[in-house]
């Protein structure tokens, strides 16, 4: 049988109407244009948009539980969850266990990320600090923080010291990380052009390399605070008498899975209070850059 030769098909030449060429770079797409009108497929507001995710998520739940899928036992509904929660909030007990919890991730985030900066901008800005505290906070980082709970408890005590310990050891080290390569990314094109314009060393540091190392400390500071609130749920549950933590696991004991719930979206709404914070701080400080921002 004789062989059967096949052509593959040429792609299509972008040829225009007229059959000439067209040039390629009318196939490129401006990401960057800040001035471009942008149309979204669905009209509302964009807050409005942010929050259809969750309140699908909310109805699916609530299903759940009104047609029997899940249990009480085993899942409380939204309903349940709101009114424990208004349960709480009238006697006063849960902003007694809120403030407590905010107390002690405030004076944690305080002193973590405030030594996480300052050993960032030391290591990423002098050589000398460079080799002598890079590589003990690489070596340190890598150690499980709840795993030195039974060490803290040893040092500190069973007090509010050893929540705040950790606390302040759990997010020392995003903000180093970010902030450090941060400084160390910044591009020396930049560099060079404030010597230019007679720019001495710290005038370099002012105007050049720490705005150009915010970006990365913002992103640290993202991450640390979400890992303040995940560190603050193991360390409430352990030698405490108040705070969210400490609610949830004496829910856990009478199986009030509504209460539970309740203190697990808590943490949700503060992690995305944090996190709207740092958007507002972005917006606040990195007005000179833009980015790209999505499509329609």
């Known amino acids: 049988?004789?062989?059967?030769?096949?052509?593959?098909?040429?792609?299509?030449?972008?040829?225009?109407?007229?059959?000439?060429?067209?040039?390629?770079?009318?196939?490129?797409?401006?990401?960057?244009?800040?001035?471009?009108?942008?149309?979204?497929?669905?009209?509302?507001?964009?807050?409005?948009?942010?929050?259809?995710?969750?309140l699908l998520m909310v109805l699916v739940w609530q299903s759940l539980g009104t047609f029997g899928l899940v249990g009480d036992r085993?899942?409380?509904t939204p309903g349940a969850v709101l009114s424990a929660g208004?349960?709480?909030?009238?006697?006063?007990?849960?902003?007694d266990h809120l403030l407590a919890s905010l107390a002690r991730v405030a004076s944690g985030l305080a002193i973590g990320v405030g030594a996480g900066l300052a050993i960032a901008v030391t290591a990423g800005l002098f050589r000398l600090g460079d080799e002598l505290l890079d590589s003990t906070m690489q070596v340190l980082r890598a150690l499980p923080v709840l795993g030195l709970l039974p060490l803290v408890i040893i040092w500190f005590g069973v007090g509010e010291a050893p929540k705040i310990a950790l606390v302040a050891f759990g997010t020392a080290f995003p903000v180093y990380v970010n902030t450090y390569a941060a400084i160390r990314g910044v591009d020396n094109r930049l560099v060079e052009s404030g010597r230019t314009v007679g720019l001495g060393h710290f005038g370099l540091v002012r105007h050049v390399i720490l705005p150009g190392a915010v970006p990365g400390f913002l992103v640290g500071l993202r991450f640390a605070l979400t890992g303040a609130w995940l560190i603050m749920i193991v360390a409430e549950r352990l030698n405490a008498t108040d705070g969210i933590g400490y609610l949830m696991n004496q829910a856990q004991s009478w199986y009030?899975?509504?209460?539970?719930?309740?203190?697990?979206?808590?943490?949700?709404?503060?992690?995305?209070a944090a996190d709207g914070i740092v958007r507002l701080l972005e917006r606040r400080l990195l007005v000179w850059r833009r980015g790209f921002e999505g499509g329609a």
């Open 1 to 54: 049988m004789p062989d059967v030769v096949t052509e593959a098909a040429a792609p299509p030449s972008p040829a225009g109407v007229d059959g000439a060429a067209r040039p390629a770079e009318d196939a490129l797409v401006d990401v960057a244009a800040p001035h471009t009108a942008r149309r979204t497929l669905i009209a509302l507001p964009r807050p409005v948009r942010r929050l259809a995710g969750p």
């Open 74 to 76: 085993v899942l409380a």
């Open 86 to 95: 208004w349960e709480l909030t009238r006697t006063g007990e849960l902003a």
């Open 256 to 272: 009030r899975t509504d209460i539970i719930v309740l203190g697990l979206l808590i943490y949700g709404v503060l992690g995305l």
